[in-house]
Nanobody
Framework: QVQLVESGGGLVQAGESLRLSCAASGSIFSLGAMAWYRQILGQQRELVAGITAGGSPNYTDSVKGRFTISRDNAKKMVYLQMNSLKPEDTAVYYC???????????????WGQGTQVTVSS
């Protein structure tokens, strides 16, 4: 089975930093584009940052200059470095990845369970 597991969330004060990690495991043939989404309480899940298979990143405007997405294909991981955190960044953060599973040979969209990030003022 293929799965994504996030880690690194927690409670921090405004202005501090966190690094989220997402590890892909299971019968993975290859990883495609990866991304971090977040769901603020009472709102829909939104894209925070994405990174193509070739390493090209993109960010939502609210996190530009503060967050950095990166990936390590050898480790099958994607990271989100979050600096200068703000209370409005408080959300459950989800890892997302396009994965080609060896069991099926097909590309599918996978989601992690989410990790809570809480930023206090």
């Amino acid at each position: 089975q293929v799965q994504l597991v996030e880690s690194g969330g927690g409670l921090v004060q405004a202005g501090e930093s966190l690094r989220l990690s997402c590890a892909a495991s299971g019968s993975i043939f290859s990883l495609g584009a990866m991304a971090w989404y977040r769901q603020i309480l009472g709102q829909q899940r939104e894209l925070v940052a994405g990174i193509t298979a070739g390493g090209s990143p993109n960010y939502t405007d609210s996190v530009k200059g503060r967050f950095t997405i990166s990936r390590d294909n050898a480790k099958k991981m994607v990271y989100l470095q979050m600096n200068s955190l703000k209370p409005e960044d408080t959300a459950v953060y989800y890892c997302n990845s396009k994965i080609r599973a060896t069991t099926t040979g097909r590309w599918s969209d996978y989601w992690g369970q989410g990790t809570q990030v809480t930023v206090s003022s």
